[in-house]
């Protein structure tokens, strides 16, 4: 399992943009399975919607991504990277995602990435995000894998 803060090594996400709480499987370079509490106190829930508070899809998405990230640069990061350097995923595609259950405050996501394939820094993952075992969302994205300075 890894925390909050063993993410932070991973990948450059911060609050209020890091949108996975902790990892609960991980497999460096397969796999990841991560988890999003969902808070009321979430700042997008400000205006997305009021009255009515749901998930943006879009965040949805990048929660899946980050999740995604975490498995493909995991073994990279624990090794220390080069000369201060962390890999950034950047989207390249996202293919056939599917919206089927809405997010509210008070649901905890659960977000599923499995590598399918990782050419030329390029990496194909397929993504699923449930809560209480119903699917949120699924699809497949693709990012490209940049390097950053520290």
Do not use: C, W
């Amino acid at each position: 399992m890894l925390t909050n803060l063993d993410i932070r090594k991973i990948i450059p996400h911060r609050y209020p943009f890091l949108l996975v709480d902790r990892i609960i499987e991980l497999e460096p370079g397969k796999r990841a399975v991560g988890i999003k509490n969902v808070t009321a106190n979430e700042p997008f829930f400000q205006g997305h919607f009021p009255d009515y508070p749901i998930m943006p899809g879009v965040l949805i998405v990048e929660a899946l991504a980050q999740t995604a990230g975490i498995a493909a640069n995991a073994e990279a990061a624990q090794a220390g990277g080069q000369d201060g350097e962390t890999k950034l995923g950047v989207f390249a595609s996202i293919d056939e995602m599917k919206f089927k259950k809405q997010v509210v405050p008070g649901d905890v996501l659960r977000l599923e990435a499995e590598i399918l394939s990782s050419k030329m820094g390029v990496v194909k993952a397929k993504v699923r995000a449930t809560v209480d075992d119903k699917t949120a969302a699924e699809g497949e994205i693709r990012f490209a894998m940049t390097s950053v300075k520290k």
